[in-house]
């Protein structure tokens, strides 16, 4: 299996990745945390759609603790929010690890 290195040439730095010059700070940000997560998703037997569902949950979750009116509701919220948006990158660092991601689809980087 891949290094953590050698997962980002793959999946952050090939030609179906997006620019990281024309990333958003945001974006940026959360590349450096998802390839690690991205290293367990490869092992495991998950597709890039259930990443994607997955972090669809994991968002939702997060914004209804907000209902709440509790200071560390919300900060588990903020967790889960930011938590959501590292696997939003996860999903398609999956599918470029995977090659399901080729021929110059980028259909997710609309469709989310």
């Known amino acids: ?3 953590i290195k050698e997962l980002r040439r ?6 179906y990745a997006p620019s990281w010059r024309t990333q958003s700070i945001e974006g940026r940000f959360n590349r450096a945390f ?3 997560l991205t290293w367990v ?16 949950i ?3 979750a997060g914004a209804f603790l907000f209902v709440f009116n509790n200071a560390m509701l919300y900060a588990l ?3 889960l929010i930011f938590l959501s948006f590292v ?10 690890y995977k090659r399901l991601a080729q ?3 980028i259909g997710g980087a609309y469709v989310e």
């Open 10 to 15: 793959i999946c952050q730095l090939s030609e």
């Open 34 to 36: 998802s390839i690690y």
């Open 87 to 96: 696997l939003d990158a996860c999903d398609g660092e999956v599918a470029r």
């Open 58 to 60: 994991v968002y939702l």
């Open 41 to 56: 998703f490869i092992r495991l037997p998950i597709t890039p759609n259930r990443i994607t569902a997955l972090g669809t």
């Open 103 to 105: 021929g110059g689809n």
């Open 77 to 79: 919220g903020l967790f």
């Open 1 to 3: 299996m891949p290094s």
